[in-house]
C-alpha cells in the first residue's frame, strides 16, 4: 500500500472526524454541562411556583387538591416546599422535609436569613440562588405573592462538577473504543471500495504496454463501475486505433520505397514471366500442332496430349495467380492489415488442415505444445507464409520423412516461426538467390511437383510489407526456413 493510498486517506479522515467530534464533545460537556443542569433545575422550581401562583390566585392553596397536586410535582422533581399566609400561619409543607424549611422561610420574612452564595434568578416576588448547607449544595427559591402567601423551596444540586468528571471520562472510554472500532470497520469498507479502483488501476497498466486483453469486471453500479464500463470501452478503441495506426505506418514506409522500385520491379518481372511462359506455351502449341495434325489417331495418343495440355494450362494459370499476387505485394496495392493474433492457433489450424497432404507423402510432423504467443502482423498473409514453407518442405521431404515446426522466443519483441525438413541441404551458392522470382534449386523437380519459382519470392515480399526479418539455413540432414514477428508486449 503506497503512502498516499486512498484506503489509509479514508481511514485517516474518518478516525480524524471521529475523534475531533468526541474531542469537541467532551469540551461542550466540560463547559456548559454544570450550566445546563442548573436551568434544567431551575425549570422544575418556576414550574412549581406557577401551581402554587396559581394557586394563590383563585384561594384554592388550602384545599386537598392543591395539596396532592403539589405533593406529586414534589414527589417528581425531588422538591421541598413550605408555604405560609399572610399571618405566618403553616397552609402546606411537604412530607420530604418541609417542616425543616419554616424557620428559614420566617428568617426570610422577618430578614435575618443567610446570604446567598449565588443569586441564579430575581423576579417581582421571588428570588432564585444557591445555598450551602453544610457539605451539601441547593438551587432555593423564596418570595411572597401579592396575595401576602409566603413561600419557600428547594431541590439540592448533586455534586456537578463530579458528575461533569465522571461523564467526561466515561465519554472519553467510549469515545477511545469508539474510534478504534471505527476505524477497524473503515479500513474493510474502504478496502471494498479501493479494491475495485486497484483493479482499474492494474487494467491501465496493462494498457500502458499494449496488452488490452484485460476487462473491468465489477458489478457495482455506481461510479466506479461507470469507470470502469468507459475504460473497457477505451480499451477496445485503444486497440482499434493502434491496429489501424501501425496498418498506416506499415503503409507509410512502403510508400518510401515505392516510387523509387515501380520501374525496376516492372522490367523484372516482364524479363521473368516471357521466360517463364516460354516453355510451357511451346509444349501447349506443339502438342495442339499434333492433335490438328493426327500425328496418332489411336484414342490413348489423343488423351495423353489432351492431359499434357490441361496440365500445363493448368501450370500456367496457377503461375498467373501467383504473379498477380506477387504484382500485388510488391507494387503495394495489396494493404497489410495489422492486427493482434495467437500465431499458435494459426499453426496448429494449418498443420491440422494439412493432415491428408503428410499422410500421402508418408511424412511425420512434429510441434511442442507452445503456449498462446500474440503477434503484430497480417493474419491472413502470415498463413500464406507459412503455407509456402510448410508445402516446400513436404515436396523437398526425403530420408527421415520428418517437419518440425518451433517457435523460439527471440526477445520481449520477437518471436521466430521455423520449418525444418529433413532431407538433402541447398547447395551454398544457391542460398543468396532462394527469394529471387522464378529461382529454381532443382528445376526438374520443381517441374515435377508443379512448383513455379515464386513461392520464396511471395514470402519475401509478404515479409518486406511488415518490416520483418526471414531466412533459411542448412543443416547436415535437412533445411529450415524461417521468419520472425512483433511479440504483443504482455504484462505480468
Known sequence: MTKH???????????????????????????????????????IICDAYDTISEAAN???????????????????????????????QMKYESVNGGRELEAQLLGYIFGFQQPPTRVIEEGEDYIIQVMNFGDDEFLMMYGRLKSGISFIMRTP??????????????????????TIAGGIIIWFVSQKITKPILELNRISEQMVHLNFDAKYEGKVKNEIGLLGENINKLSASL??????LKTANNELKKDIEKKEQIDEMRKEFLANVSHELKTPIALIQGYA?????????????RDFYCEVIMDEASKMNGMVQKL???????????VVSMERFDI??????????????????????????????????????????????????????????????????????????SVFNTGNPIPE?????????????????????????????????IMDSMNQQYGVENYNNGVLFWFELEVVQERE
Not at 383563585?58 to 399571618?87: A, P, R
Not at 542460398?431 to 511471395?458: C, M, N, Q
Request: glycine share 6%; aromatic share 12%.
Open 429 to 461: 551458392e544457391s542460398l543468396p538467390h532462394l527469394w529471387e522470382k522464378f529461382y529454381k534449386v532443382d528445376k526438374a523437380r520443381t517441374r515435377e511437383y508443379g512448383g513455379s519459382g515464386v513461392g520464396l519470392s511471395i514470402v519475401k515480399a
Open 58 to 88: 383563585s384561594d384554592t392553596y388550602g384545599t386537598d387538591e392543591f395539596s396532592e397536586k403539589l405533593n406529586d410535582v414534589c414527589s417528581v422533581s425531588n422538591l421541598t416546599v413550605c408555604i405560609m399566609d399572610s399571618n405566618s
Open 324 to 334: 498477380l499476387t506477387l504484382n500485388q505485394l510488391e507494387f503495394g496495392n495489396d
Open 5 to 43: 493510498s486512498i484506503k489509509r486517506q479514508f481511514a485517516q479522515i474518518f478516525i480524524g472526524l471521529m475523534a475531533g467530534t468526541i474531542l469537541m464533545c467532551w469540551f461542550i460537556n466540560n463547559i456548559f454541562l454544570e450550566e445546563y443542569y442548573i436551568r434544567s433545575k431551575t425549570r
Open 239 to 244: 486497440e482499434q486505433a493502434i491496429s489501424e
Open 344 to 417: 499458435t492457433e494459426l499453426i496448429r489450424n494449418y498443420i491440422q488442415s494439412a493432415g491428408i497432404l503428410t499422410k500421402q507423402n508418408e511424412i511425420q510432423v512434429y510441434m511442442d505444445d507452445y503456449p498462446p504467443v500474440f503477434v503484430w502482423a497480417d493474419e491472413y498473409k502470415t498463413e500464406e507464409v507459412f503455407m509456402n514453407y510448410f508445402s516446400n518442405a513436404v515436396h523437398y521431404c526425403s530420408g527421415e520423412k520428418k517437419i518440425v515446426v518451433s517457435l523460439e522466443q527471440k526477445d520481449e519483441k520477437k518471436v521466430r516461426v
Open 289 to 301: 500442332e499434333g492433335l490438328s495434325e493426327g500425328i496418332d489417331d489411336d484414342k490413348e495418343s
Open 157 to 178: 444540586l448533586e455534586s456537578i462538577r463530579e458528575s461533569v468528571k465522571v461523564a467526561n471520562r466515561f465519554f472519553a472510554y467510549v469515545g477511545v473504543a469508539g
